[in-house]
């Protein structure tokens, strides 16, 4: 894009607010989707200091900008200062999707909705009627956890090294939807977790893994997985982690976050612009950003 020609005066505005912002791959994948879509729009990312969120947000209001992204630290402090919130970001207890119309701020999460799809794309299939292990229990696996359970998975069990947060969610999830949630714990000896076969998605949600620490795994060297079960990992740098490679010499299904971090993100930028990307546009932007993204990680 060329930005001396292509921002004028008419150019709609949608930013990203957190701190620290400088690693996020979002002005990328939504500046992409605007020059697909040939919209004048532009995404800005702006890291807001420590007690300046309720400023940076009047200050946004007041600029009149189309909606903006929240991401690390403010997704949950962010929901004190929206007038309208989803019930998903309400359940989930955060807010990455802020649209900004007629002076109120709506707030989503649109990262359920990222994992649903990716999960139900790329397996071909659907979560309904699956036994899900979660490991984890921070914003990534409260979104995964509950879109499980929106889903119709038919048992969902948490694993996290905090157990408070795990019952949390355990919680939140059997008082909206049933006694579906339970808690599932580390066996004593390694604190990593090995009896897997019993589930039929096993779930990474934890930062365990991710780059530069790409030899962490939650799940033991010992661990045995079901042949026939899928492998999820939020993680997507780098794109095959420790877990899905341990998964994967079991022969299961592995999938890793690319897709969830993309489809939200789609999400995030129909919701507001108020299009529905036709399915071919779709994968198109899937596969260009799919390439670059990981040219450039
Ligand atoms: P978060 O809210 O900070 O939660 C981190 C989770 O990892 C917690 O459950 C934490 O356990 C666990 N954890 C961290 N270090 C650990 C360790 N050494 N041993 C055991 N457990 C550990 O972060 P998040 O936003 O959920 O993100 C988690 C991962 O998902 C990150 O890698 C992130 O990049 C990825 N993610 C992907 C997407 C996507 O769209 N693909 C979206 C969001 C996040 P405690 O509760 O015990 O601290």
């Given at each position: 894009m060329d930005i001396a020609k292509s921002v004028t005066g008419k150019t709609k505005v949608i930013a990203l607010i957190g701190?620290?912002?400088?690693?996020?791959?979002s002005p990328q994948l939504h500046n992409t989707i605007s020059k697909y879509l040939g919209k004048d729009l532009i995404y800005v990312p702006l890291r807001v200091e420590h007690d300046e969120l309720e400023i940076a947000v009047r200050g946004l209001k007041a600029i009149n900008i189309e909606g903006f992204n929240v991401t690390i630290p403010y997704k949950q402090d962010i929901i004190k200062y929206i007038d309208e919130v989803s019930w998903e970001a309400r359940l989930i207890g955060a807010v990455n999707t802020v649209k900004i119309s007629g002076g109120k701020l709506y707030g989503y999460n649109t990262d359920m909705y990222g994992f649903i799809r990716s999960f139900n794309e790329e397996t071909?299939?659907?979560?309904?009627?699956r036994r899900v292990l979660v490991i984890g229990a921070g914003g990534a696996a409260r979104s995964i956890a509950i879109g499980a359970a929106a889903h119709g998975a038919d048992k969902i069990y948490i694993a996290n090294r905090t157990k408070d947060k795990a019952v949390d969610l355990v919680n939140i999830i059997n008082s909206h939807f049933g006694e579906l949630a339970c808690i599932y714990e580390a066996e004593e000896a390694d604190k990593a977790y090995s009896c897997?076969?019993?589930?039929?998605v096993v779930i990474n949600?934890?930062?365990?893994?991710m780059y530069p620490e790409i030899q962490a795994s939650p799940v033991s060297e010992k661990a045995v997985f079901d042949p026939n079960s899928i492998a999820y990992d939020a993680?997507?740098?780098?794109?095959?982690t420790r877990f899905l490679t341990q998964a994967e010499r079991h022969g299961c299904i592995i999938i890793n976050g690319l897709g969830m971090v993309l489809h939200q993100g789609i999400k995030a930028y129909e919701i507001w612009t108020g299009l529905v990307l036709p399915e071919s546009v779709r994968k198109e932007i899937f596969e260009s950003f799919k390439n670059y993204i990981y040219t450039c990680l």
């Open positions: 701190n620290p912002i400088e690693h996020s791959i071909g299939t659907g979560i309904r009627g897997l076969d019993e589930f039929d949600a934890t930062s365990l893994g993680i997507y740098n780098p794109p095959k």
